[in-house]
């Protein structure tokens, strides 16, 4: 009798449960899954843009990283998006850095170690089989892309020094239209401007006969 009244209870309590019970699985697993997708984009978006990362979409992908790997909703963040999070904050660290032209290269380099560690923290979270070697030589990068890349970060670079204030810029004047007959005419009207004014020379004047104008007088009455 106790059996079957605990069964009972049972059942009741699974039938009154069971249907919150699924949907509250269903919406974790919804959300696992949003979260997931997610980081595949952000990874996919990042590794397909690696030879082009001033796309928007590489910029986009960057800026939802804090995003996606901070837990989701729960807040509870695990190990390896925490190694994805700080390697994420290095890289645009380095973003943010000065560029010029003698560290230039060395700045290229550096970028691309820490693109490569960012990506490799998150194939790690994502249980993906990808190792440092082949992120870092899996990838075409025509050297075109990279002297334009390295030419539009030194160019960004130039453009807010100037812009600031902090760095004039600089002329370098080849030539000037010339004249030759001006310039010897300018040379002569100096120099007789010079004597003149030295009392050494004179200026001759030359009076031209002109009409006269006729005044009739009136005699008072």
Sequence with gaps: M?????????????TLLGPILAVQAQ???????ESRNQKTWIFSTLMATRAARLSPDHVRALNMIDLAFNGGRSNRRKASETDVLDTWRDYLEHLTSTINESNAERWVEKQQELLILMLSAMATDL??????????????????????????QKLRHYAIEVLSGHQPISMNVTGFPFSEEMTNSQLKLQEGLSEVLAGQGHLKI????????EIDEKAPA
């Design 27 to 33: 919406k974790y697993l919804e959300r696992v899954n």
């Design 206 to 213: 030359r009076i031209e006969p002109g009409s006269t104008t």
């Design 2 to 14: 106790e059996a079957n009244w605990v069964f009972g209870i049972g059942t009741i309590v699974a």
């Design 127 to 152: 249980n993906l089989r990808y190792d440092r070697v082949l992120l870092r030589n899996g990838a075409y990068i025509p050297k075109g892309h990279t002297d334009l890349e390295l030419d539009q």
